[in-house]
């Protein structure tokens, strides 16, 4: 089924892109990671869409929603826009799945509305990160220089060596969902730029001290989350470790429980989307 597509407020004057897939149900939200978009979800949400009313959002700066001019792109920013989207949309009680900057939003999102949980699904991110994963993803960024391509295949091409193995269908389906194109006929992604700065313009000693902060707060966050929670890790993930993932379930989470999903690495929707949707199938709907 194809998703309605529409524009709600989101905080701080923006508009954020909704998919809607169905309108029955306890509500579902999914929350892409960083550089991608609410389409990465339509595999997994063509799942459940029978059972809860399914939704996916463009987070600030991806997509088809607004950059933000100020470059207000915490975490706090992103849950916020979360929580106005929901509000706009009349929903008071959810079920989060979030990915990577999406799974990191959500907590922070629970942490804000603890009550207004009904379940939550992290995705192979967690309160800490293999810095060996950080440091891919930011040199594939940097790689990636003016972000222009000359055809969505060529994108495509990008894409294929970033996710391996995913499917030509759903590296399709990214490639068109992360581009637009120019007036040049060229292609730019529609992520903003100052959304993940080169690591040249950074602090190191303040980029390592905001991850410690973050990270502590992360995990203050999980001790108070009581409904049931789903961690999935990709088994070959380079982002969430089997330490940091077995700690969130066996230390952190008072209701969590762990799905580590084979044949696949950080993007474990795409990399193995029938295993990852059988551990979603089997958290939300009882299967």
């Known amino acids: 089924m194809e998703p309605r597509s529409f524009h709600v407020d989101g905080a701080d004057g923006h508009r954020i892109h909704v998919l809607e897939w169905s309108t029955e149900g306890v509500p579902l939200l999914f929350v892409h990671g960083f550089g991608n978009t ?9 799942v459940v869409a029978p059972f809860y009313r399914t939704l996916a959002v463009d987070l600030r700066g991806h997509g088809d929603s607004d950059r933000d001019p100020e470059h207000r792109y915490a975490y706090e920013d992103l849950a916020r826009d979360l929580e106005a989207v929901t509000e ?15 799974g990191r939003t959500s907590i922070t999102f629970a942490g804000r509305n603890l009550e207004r949980l009904a379940g939550l699904v992290i995705v192979d991110t967690g309160p800490e990160h293999d810095p060996r994963g950080t440091s891919r993803i930011r040199g594939e960024v940097e790689q990636r220089g003016d972000g222009t391509v000359a055809s969505i295949e060529e994108y ?13 269908t759903v590296l399709r389906r990214m490639a068109v969902a ?3 194109e120019r007036k040049d ?23 390592e001290a905001h991850e410690q902060e973050t990270s502590k707060r992360m995990w203050e966050i999980l ?8 961690v999935v890790r990709g088994a070959a993930s380079d982002i969430l470790g089997p330490e940091i993932a077995d700690r969130m379930v066996d230390e952190a989470l008072p209701n969590g429980t762990l799905a580590i999903v084979g044949r696949s690495a950080h993007s474990v ?17 009882g299967e």
């Open 38 to 46: 609410a389409r990465i979800w339509e595999d997994a949400a063509q």
């Open 88 to 102: 706009a949309l009349g929903i008071e009680r959810l079920v989060l799945v979030g990915h990577s900057l999406g």
């Open 156 to 168: 495509e091409r990008v894409l294929a060596h970033n996710f391996p193995v995913s499917s030509q």
């Open 178 to 180: 992360e581009l637009r």
């Open 185 to 207: 006929g060229r292609f730019e992604r529609k992520l903003d730029p100052a959304f993940f700065p080169a690591r040249g313009a950074l602090d190191e000693a303040a980029l």
């Open 223 to 230: 001790e108070t989350i009581q409904c049931p929670t789903l």
């Open 269 to 285: 929707m795409t990399d193995n989307p029938e295993e990852f949707n059988r551990e979603l199938s089997k958290f939300v709907l």
